[in-house]
């Protein structure tokens, strides 16, 4: 992380001193600096000319007292409080009165960390991610105390560096990792109640909503090493609140080392640096398929009887379903069990789909059966919306679905970041599509799928769960019901 910060302060223009308690990893470091430069210099990104300047602007600091002239200083070691505030104790009494000091951390409280200097008002968060020079995103924390004008200062820095600053408030995890909470926790939460397996969650976050990893392939890219403490830190710090809540999945594998690609397994087995996923089983070979009847409150209905029909099948239009037909669900929400008995449906015959999100924006179908479904008729609803080539996924009951789940848990987490008004919406979108790569912004994500459709999920999950984990954030509410749009800013 420090290289990367050195990288791209060099090549802005800036000397840089890098200093590190072992003077072999900042000698590796300056020698690694020369080596990127040279291969950036072959792929024709930079010229000789700017490669010289960039290595001649690197010099080692033999101790903190080479820091002593220095405008700005960037930490970005351990994330352990202690460390972090010892360090900057004793850079207080080295540097000039108008240095600003910047913290690198992603977890940690920058007021905490600026607590008991003589000039809390300098300190402020600098948060880059990993690897540096490609992410361009970079959160500018102001903590209590901190002066306006060096979060001004840091920012423009960042834009001189070729980043965009997002502007954060110090609360724990900041933009990007409380953001993000959504994605990997609700996702660890449905793998933890049996409703699909890694790879299935995985198949259907890609496919139906555009992510480029699943959250299980994420974490074993990231480690949970790595990941686990995150969830921990911002569920502590937020005391225990209900949405994030850590799984024992993750508690489990850091414990027996099981971090992912790091150890060559984690919720994949990994062979040469690639996951060994099984095959998905072919779509089932039906000789009869059954005439097909709609709920009447299925999600999409219109858009649903034109795939139907696109498809080939048999449509009932009757008020009831006949005695031989597969009876089809689209629920936001709620699951197939609570449908089938509330709307007086044979749950033997029940299944539902997802259609949170248009087919036709999809990659996949994602179907789901209740305990009493029958496997003729599973077997029937599979083969019927697999007709056109669509891979479709067949997942136990849930209030929900996947897709539904994860994206609105990712847009009320979003919410509730402006309800809390720690940063704007246009800040948020940009740290978690530049910091997390999601196909949309989360807020974007609501608008796109609609808030009262993403609050309907949201009460309805609340409901058959009765967990205060799906509690809709007021900010949201008020937005889903004057349908303004969650991008825009409030007066």
Request: aromatic share 6%.
């Amino acid at each position: 992380m420090g290289r990367g910060i050195a990288q791209i302060a060099a090549q802005a223009g800036s000397t840089v001193r890098l200093y590190d308690t072992q003077p072999e990893v900042v000698a590796r470091a300056v020698r690694e600096l020369g080596t990127q430069w040279d291969r950036l210099l072959e792929k024709g990104r930079m010229d000789a000319a700017a490669v010289q300047a960039a290595k001649e602007r690197v010099r080692p600091a033999a101790s903190l007292q080479d820091l002593a002239d220095c405008e700005l200083v960037i930490e970005a070691v351990i994330e352990r409080l202690d460390v972090k505030k010892s360090l900057f104790a004793e850079l207080e009494r080295i540097v000039g009165t108008d240095a600003v000091l910047a913290t690198n951390t992603s977890s940690l409280s920058v007021t905490a960390i600026a607590a008991g200097l003589q000039r809390p008002q300098r300190v402020a968060g600098y948060h880059f991610f990993n690897p540096v020079p490609l992410m361009k995103v970079v959160e500018v924390i102001a903590g209590l105390k901190t002066d306006p004008s060096v979060c001004e200062g840091l920012t423009a820095y960042a834009r001189q560096m070729g980043h965009t600053p997002v502007q954060a408030q110090d609360t724990p995890g900041f933009i990007v990792n409380h953001a993000g909470r959504g994605f990997n926790t609700e996702a660890l939460r449905i793998a933890g109640e049996g409703v699909a397996d890694f790879a299935t969650i995985d198949r259907i976050l890609r496919d139906q909503v555009g992510f480029k990893l699943g959250p299980f392939e994420l974490m074993d890219l990231t480690g949970l090493d790595v990941s686990h403490p995150v969830m921990e830190s911002v569920y502590r710090q937020y005391y225990d609140e209900p949405r994030y809540r850590p799984s024992v999945i993750a508690a489990q594998r850091v414990a027996g080392n099981v971090l992912g690609r790091k150890t060559g397994e984690g919720f994949y087995r990994y062979v040469d640096g690639k996951a060994q996923v099984a095959a998905e089983s072919a779509a089932p070979t039906v000789d009869e398929m059954p005439p097909v009847w709609v709920s009447t409150r299925a999600a999409r209905r219109a858009e649903l009887y034109q795939l139907l029909k696109e498809l080939g099948a048999k449509v009932e239009t009757g008020q009831s379903a006949s005695a031989q037909a597969l009876t089809l669900v689209a629920p936001l929400g709620f699951d197939v069990t609570t449908v089938a008995v509330v709307e007086r449906l044979d749950p033997a015959r029940t299944v539902g789909i997802d259609l949170l999100i248009e087919d036709a924006a999809t990659k996949r179908r994602v179907l789901a059966t209740n305990p009493a479904t029958r496997a003729d008729m599973r077997d029937a609803a599979h083969a019927l919306f697999a007709r056109d080539g669509k891979p479709v996924s067949v997942i136990r009951d849930s209030a929900g679905f996947v897709t539904q789940r994860v994206v609105a848990t990712i847009v009320n987490i979003a919410s509730d970041i402006c309800q809390q008004r720690i940063c704007s919406p246009r800040d948020l979108e940009t740290a978690v599509t530049l910091g997390l790569g999601y196909p949309l912004g989360p807020l974007a994500m609501g608008d796109r799928w609609g808030p009262t459709n993403i609050l309907e999920v949201l009460f309805n999950m609340q409901t058959v769960y009765g967990d205060p984990r799906y509690r809709p954030s007021p900010w949201l509410r008020r937005r889903g019901a004057i349908g303004l749009s969650l991008l825009q800013e409030e007066s």
